[in-house]
């Protein structure tokens, strides 16, 4: 029961200071059959990723360039 209570709290804390973060969404998303990865912030490193296993590389429709921490100041 103890080790119950103590790992909710650990999760909980951790959610609650920030500690587990979405990846960050790049300008370039990379297709194949199989996955979609829109973590590329260039389209070199888009194509350079898909070359030899096949896939393309296109923008990524969902990116927002000028993205703002809307948390407040003192809590960054």
Known sequence: MTR???IAAALAASTL???WTFD???AYCAFDRDYTNCGYSTLEACVAAVR??????RE?????ADRRD???A???
Not at 52 to 57: A, D, I
Not at 60 to 64: D, F, R
């Open 17 to 19: 200071l920030g500690g």
């Open 24 to 26: 960050k969404q790049g």
């Open 52 to 57: 030899g296993v096949g896939g393309n590389c």
């Open 4 to 6: 119950t209570v103590i």
């Open 74 to 76: 003192w809590f960054r």
């Open 60 to 64: 990524n429709p969902m990116y927002e």
């Open 70 to 72: 809307r948390r407040p």
